[in-house]
């Protein structure tokens, strides 16, 4: 095992789709409408997941090959899509409400650091009363400004750090390639888990790979 999943962690973020939720149900169903909407050929399903992770004005422009101003306009109508009771379409993975519980009676500050945007994952982490563990909650935002995952991660160290938290000694928890680029641009390590969206070869930029919740707790919690 990597020494530097050893210590103790001064502070843990968390991604949230694929990570703490299953909610490609949600997402790839809004998004099927939107290139409805927007008169464009809907992808395979196998496609559309691909859309779960990354942000998503990148995701519109790598994937469907939309132009930039294009990729804006189809972020506007998946947003109108991808609202209310169609983001709640989701389940929280088993084992991962108790893991979040143990972390915060442990009294390590918790972030959650997703590509989603922010107001969307508030709503998220409140329906399934998972908001109270949470010291920091930073997504995209509303413009887009801050949507790559090196910019998320590193507002969400900062957030921690306003509060008075040690972020020395942070950790990623992610399950995509994104998560883990993100964290390594932030200094810190990334730990992907195997039941998210993120294939085998993502797996190559974590510093360690888990495939259940017991494996994660013992690496965040020892």
């Not at 502070?11 to 909407?37: E, K, Q, V, Y």
């Not at 942000?55 to 506007?76: H, K, N, R």
């Not at 992907?192 to 994660?216: I, M, N």
């Amino acid at each position: 095992m990597n020494p530097t999943l050893t210590r103790t962690w001064s502070a843990i973020l968390f991604d949230l789709d694929g990570t703490i939720t299953d909610s490609a149900p949600a997402i790839t169903s809004s998004l099927a409408r939107t290139f409805t909407l927007l008169g464009r050929p809907v992808p395979s399903d196998s496609e559309l997941l691909s859309y779960v992770g990354p942000p998503m004005l990148e995701a519109f422009q790598e994937y469907a090959g939309m132009t930039p101003d294009e990729a804006v306009e189809a972020i506007a109508v998946y947003r109108a899509e991808y609202h209310g009771a169609a983001s709640l379409d989701t389940a929280v993975y088993p084992g991962i409400a108790g893991l979040l519980e143990r972390i915060h009676a442990a009294g390590i500050p918790l972030a959650l650091a997703t590509s989603k945007p922010e107001l969307s994952a508030i709503a998220i982490l409140t329906h399934f009363d998972l908001a109270k563990y949470f010291t920091a909650t930073v997504g995209a935002s509303a413009d887009e400004t801050r949507s790559k995952k090196t910019d998320i991660v590193a507002e969400a160290l900062a957030r921690l750090a306003v509060t008075g938290v040690d972020t020395s000694a942070a950790v990623m928890v992610g399950d995509r390639s994104y998560d883990a680029v993100g964290a390594q641009a932030n200094g810190i390590p990334a730990i992907l888990v195997e039941w998210g969206y993120g294939s085998p070869a993502e797996a190559a930029a974590a510093t360690a790979v888990v495939h259940s919740t017991d494996q994660l707790a013992k690496l965040l919690l020892g």
